[in-house]
């Protein structure tokens, strides 16, 4: 049973514009909502994190937006770069399981 | 701070050998999880440690093992290597548990012939 729902599996966006990755979950325990940025050969790295406490975050070029009664939380890539070109993980964990879950996975291309 | 460290990166066996994957966490963290990661799959759980217990198990047979040392070094082992094991292994360490924000080592990408 997939708890974490991403999508589009692959995107493809052009230099300067907005990347949008969507995740969806069921465990209504959940409480933390981060984000992974992967490059090819190299382990997910945090990017940003959110808990249902907020709607938004926002870090620089990256915003996560939450809406707690939809079960779905977003990512947003402003002014997307080449260099952002990468597969992104969303994940959901509760306190008390401990365990996350993973979203599948979304490879996004930023064109020059 | 130094990094997750994750030891041998590649790894070729074939079927029916088995195989002992490394990982150090970063210094002071006292969690260390273990993924399986698959083009078909994605990131799925493998198992947790903390203070050398494991304290939560991914589903997965029991060919997958591990341990966590004193110094929060963790080794995983595969049994029976099947085909469908190959995949990138990663490691992730976390203070407190795998719930915290966990950090990720480069991976073992093990390969079964």
């Known amino acids: 049973q997939q708890q974490v729902k991403q999508s589009p599996q692959s995107l493809i966006v052009q230099k300067g514009g907005i990347s949008i990755i969507n995740c969806a979950y069921e465990?209504?325990?959940?409480?933390?909502f981060p984000w992974y940025q992967q490059f090819p050969g190299k382990g997910p790295a945090l990017l940003i994190a959110i808990r249902p406490d907020v709607s938004e975050k926002k870090e620089g070029r990256f915003t996560i937006s939450f809406n707690k009664s939809a079960k779905q939380f977003s990512l947003h890539i402003m002014d997307s770069q080449p260099g952002d070109s990468a597969t992104y993980f969303c994940a959901a964990s509760s306190g008390g399981s401990y365990i996350p879950t993973f979203g599948r996975g979304t490879s996004l291309i930023v064109h020059p | 701070k130094a990094g997750v460290t994750q030891t041998p990166r590649y790894l070729i066996k074939t079927r029916g050998q088995q195989v002992t994957l490394s990982c150090s966490p970063i210094?002071?963290?006292?969690?260390v999880s273990w993924y399986q990661q698959t083009p078909g799959q994605g990131l799925q759980f493998l198992f947790e440690y903390f203070s050398e217990t494991q304290r939560n198990k991914g589903n997965f047979p029991g060919r997958f093992s591990g341990r966590q040392f004193s110094n929060s070094r963790s080794e995983m082992n595969v049994s029976t290597l099947e085909l469908g094991d190959s995949a990138l292994y990663l490691c992730?360490?976390?203070?407190?548990?795998?719930?915290?924000?966990?950090?990720f080592g480069p991976g073992t990408r093990l390969t079964v012939l």
């Open positions: 465990n209504t325990a959940f409480d933390y």
């Open positions: 210094s002071g963290h006292r969690s």
């Open positions: 992730a360490s976390s203070l407190w548990n795998s719930g915290d924000t966990q950090y």
